[in-house]
């Protein structure tokens, strides 16, 4: 007779494993499937690592799993081709316990934490593709993997298959998603010496930044590039929506290429190596693109639900405390008895009403409003560059002539009311 389980997870990035390792915890069968050698081998992220979300999964985590650095300084540059405007905050206390965030590298954090899973009970299989899932009477009553026999049953089948998530549109949650929702992202992990870093980026030992990069780095495409520290290497990437992409007639690897060699990013990756390539889809859809999450007997979380905030590069936390979600609802569903779409629909609830829900709301007009204005990036970051050039460079006229000459380049009456209805637009959708 073929398997039984209380819950099949597919996928064991953060958003699995998180609801895995609850479910496990809490004395629930659990089956953890990965299509991956190991959890984590196939898996990309810019880097950073949340502490909060993960701390309330297993407290004290850093102590022990392979975080790289605790990051101290979160670094903001407007490029254009040959300046930047530049802004961070550096808070020291974020370089101590308990910590803000943490740089990782995926394939060794994904891997450790789907172990703290299977200390818990839940069962890893992995190299295990889930082909497609099983359905009777319009409830989701197991999966079906590439394995021979590999059919499995279940009372509930938590999806979280990230960003494609070729399962839930199987199950008709959402179509195909369009060009406009997903971003193409590109990175590379490039070795260098400690001691290197730390004296580059300006840190003491063991600290992290990162430096989020607008504009020129993108071509003004909507996106960013982003070059974050490691232990003894640094994550260079850069992530542009499909669309702009696709209109602009560029590949990811050809921005990243530039950005490579771009005069004010070039000095920071000087001498480093070539470790990893790596390219992943990133779901950036927001708020109105999250699909159908929850039906009978079967519950999406993580990357497969679009649970990303593009504006402030979180989704990490957001697929674990999905998972989490998920696990209490479905924790709940068993002392109940019942596994029905009503049931699960707790799930759904408590999401909207945890920060993911209300963040994704909150910037649920966001990406498609500088989807639509391409200009911000295009137009507003190189104006900014010109005007600190202005301000900035000692040339003998007073600082009266150079507000004037500013003021002039803004451009029309027109452009510049223009420029005033674009500033309260942007604020209106972040706000
Ligand atoms: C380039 C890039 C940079 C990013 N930077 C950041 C960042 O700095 N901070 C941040 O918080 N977030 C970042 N994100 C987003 C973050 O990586 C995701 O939101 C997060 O990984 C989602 O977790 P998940 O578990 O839902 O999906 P994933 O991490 O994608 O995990 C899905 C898992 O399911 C497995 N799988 C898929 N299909 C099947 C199948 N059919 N059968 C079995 N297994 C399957 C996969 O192998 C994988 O292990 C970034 C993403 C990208 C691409």
Redesign the pocket.
């Given at each position: 007779m073929a398997e039984k389980f209380d819950v099949i997870v597919?996928?064991?990035?953060?958003?699995?494993?998180?609801c895995a390792y609850t479910l496990a915890k809490a004395g629930v069968n659990v089956l953890l499937?990965?299509?991956?050698e190991y959890?984590?081998?196939?898996?990309?992220?810019?880097?950073?690592?949340?502490r909060k979300m993960m701390e309330d999964i297993i407290p004290g985590f850093y102590k022990e799993a392979p975080v790289e650095r605790p990051i101290v300084e979160q670094r903001f540059m407007l490029l254009d081709e040959k300046s930047a405007v530049t802004f961070s905050y550096k808070g020291l206390e974020w370089g101590e316990e308990p910590y803000n965030?943490f740089?990782v590298l995926?394939a060794k954090f994904?891997q450790w934490f789907a172990e703290k899973a299977v200390q818990q009970g839940a069962l890893l299989v992995n190299e295990?593709?889930?082909?497609e899932c099983l359905v009777e009477n319009g409830k989701v009553i197991g999966?079906r993997?590439d394995r021979p026999d590999g059919d499995l049953f279940a009372d509930v089948v938590v999806l979280?298959?990230?960003?494609?998530?070729?399962?839930a549109k199987s199950l008709g949650f959402h179509k195909e998603f369009r060009p406009d929702e997903v971003?193409l992202?590109?990175?590379e992990v490039l070795k260098l010496d400690r001691k290197i870093i730390e004296d580059r980026f300006s840190l003491e030992q063991d600290q992290g930044c990162?430096f989020e990069i607008f504009g020129d780095a993108t071509k003004g495409i909507l996106g960013t590039a982003?070059l974050?520290t490691n232990k003894d290497s640094l994550n260079i990437?850069v992530?542009a929506m499909l669309s702009g992409l696709i209109k602009n007639k560029i590949k990811p690897h050809q921005l990243l290429d530039y950005v490579k060699k771009h005069p004010i990013i070039r000095p920071y990756i000087q001498g480093t190596e070539q470790q990893e390539y790596?390219?992943?889809?990133?779901?950036e859809g927001g708020y109105r693109s999250i699909p159908k999450v929850v039906g009978d007997g079967v519950i999406v979380?993580?990357?497969?639900?679009q649970?990303?905030n593009a504006i402030h590069?979180?989704?990490?936390?957001?697929?674990?405390t999905?998972?989490v979600l998920a696990a209490e609802a479905i924790l709940e569903a068993k002392a109940a008895g019942d596994f029905s779409a009503s049931m699960l629909d707790s799930y759904r609830q408590r999401l909207m009403d945890s920060f993911v829900g209300q963040d994704m709301k909150k910037y649920k007009d966001a990406t498609h409003h500088f989807e639509k204005y391409p200009h911000y990036f295009e137009k507003y970051i190189p104006l900014m560059n010109r005007a600190a050039s202005q301000m900035f460079t000692v040339d003998g006229s007073s600082k009266w002539e150079k507000q004037k000459k500013i003021w002039t380049e803004l451009g029309s009456a027109k452009e510049k009311w223009k420029m005033a209805r674009d500033l309260m637009q942007a604020w209106r959708v972040m706000k």
């Open positions: 597919v996928g064991a990035g953060p958003a699995g494993t998180s499937l990965e299509r991956g959890p984590g081998s196939k898996n990309v992220m810019g880097g950073v690592l949340y965030n740089t995926r994904d295990t593709v889930v082909t999966v993997t979280a298959d990230g960003v494609n998530s070729l399962l971003a992202a590109v990175m990162t982003w974050y990437g992530g790596l390219a992943h889809l990133i779901p979380v993580g990357d497969a639900a649970l990303v590069r979180e989704g990490s936390n957001m697929a674990m999905s998972g």
